[in-house]
């Protein structure tokens, strides 16, 4: 397999088909008429994507030496459904209202309470279902993960790292609320959030477990280069993200212009807004920032005042930095030539500027 955009192609394709062989596999136990709205959200969740977790994990096993196995494309399309059941739940805690353009899960079943005219509060049974919605693509996760048809030992091997991986998932998300919470944050809790929220599952586990996997052994060697090229990767993934959280274009992240501005969401960008902000700039910052009524002009005063700071264009130095650190690591890394210039490619990718 080349390392050019064709092979991150191929890998979609080998990932969507295993998330759809998977879900068809599910529907006898989930064949009652009422589920219908549950497994049809699941299955536009799981629908598109960038599949870069799949592809770090794919490329891992790669370069640890693993060959041309079907069940690895099943197993990492796993942390697909993991990823799909974080972002249900993230927009249930932060009210988001949509979702890669359409609306989020808890609006939608919202919207079916408020058409059918059921008793009780629309909004409550949106919450509940969306929950519930997200912690059967927990479960899916995990059965997914067990049934991939990978060899027993290579799946106990790295059966710690894919615990350890759903754990830090969740403390992370608690971070993040606990962030907003605060009120204020310093670069390092933005930093430790950004790490434990997103970097973590996103980019340093997926490779772990892909090494793993392969080795069949956690190794010295693999924990170092994760934690050199994974977690570097996997900040400057989520300061990425964090970035088009506040400029992206809404084609792009499929949410309105600013919304994480609406959120409060306390990340690096606005961590560094505050310690660079005057005194005024400061006080309209916290008098706005998690303002769910913030119109177009208040979401422009803000990225004025981010942009006046130097905030974006210290972030951004900040990507950089990490994507070069990552970049370095591999050049010493005890993997296959062709897992190294592909974790480049992938380097590139997932921390490249979309605004």
């Known amino acids: 397999m080349t390392t050019s955009a064709a092979a991150l192609d191929i890998i979609r394709f080998e990932v969507d088909r295993s998330l759809k062989e998977f879900v068809e596999r ?5 064949s009652a008429p009422e589920l219908a709205p549950l497994i049809s959200a699941a299955e536009e969740f799981l629908a598109g994507g960038k599949r870069l977790r799949p592809a770090f994990c794919y490329w891992g096993w790669r370069g640890a030496g693993g060959g041309d196995d079907p069940a690895l494309f099943t197993a990492a399309a796993s942390l697909e459904l993991l990823q799909a059941s974080a972002l249900v739940h993230d927009d249930v805690m932060d009210a988001s209202d949509l979702r890669r353009g359409m609306p989020s899960a808890h609006r939608r079943f919202q919207a079916l309470h408020e058409k059918a005219g059921w008793h009780g509060s629309a909004e409550q049974f949106g919450e509940g279902a969306a929950i519930l919605l997200g912690n059967l693509m927990l479960i899916w996760s995990g059965e997914m993960w067990r049934g991939s048809g990978l060899p027993p030992a290579s799946l106990a091997a790295a059966q710690q790292v894919h615990d350890h991986m759903r754990t830090e998932l969740m ?3 608690y971070l993040d609320l606990l962030e907003q919470a605060h009120g204020e944050n310093t670069f390092d809790s933005a930093l430790r959030v950004a790490l434990f929220k997103s970097g973590k599952y996103s980019v340093e ?8 996997l392969a080795a069949r052994e956690r190794a010295p060697w693999i924990d170092r280069l994760c934690e050199e090229y994974g977690r570097c990767v996997g900040i400057a993934f989520q300061l990425r993200d964090d970035i088009l959280g506040v400029f992206g274009d809404p084609a792009e992240t499929g949410k309105p212009a600013g919304d994480d501005l609406r959120e409060g969401k306390r990340t690096m960008l606005i961590a560094r807004t505050l310690a660079a902000a005057s005194a005024a700039q400061a006080e309209t910052v916290r008098a706005t920032l998690g303002d769910p009524a913030l119109d177009s002009a208040g979401v422009d005063r803000l990225r004025q005042i981010i942009e006046e700071t130097g905030a974006l264009v210290a972030c951004e130095d900040m990507i ?3 994507l070069e650190d990552a970049l370095g690591s591999l050049d010493d890394a ?7 210039a592909a974790l480049a490619d992938l380097a590139v990718a997932a921390t490249a ?3």
Do not use: N
């Open 26 to 30: 599910q529907r006898p136990q989930v």
């Open 171 to 173: 403390c992370g998300q």
């Open 205 to 212: 586990q997926p490779l772990r477990l892909g090494l793993v």
């Open 320 to 322: 950089k930095g990490y």
């Open 334 to 340: 005890p993997i296959t030539a062709e897992a190294r």
């Open 353 to 355: 500027r979309r605004t």
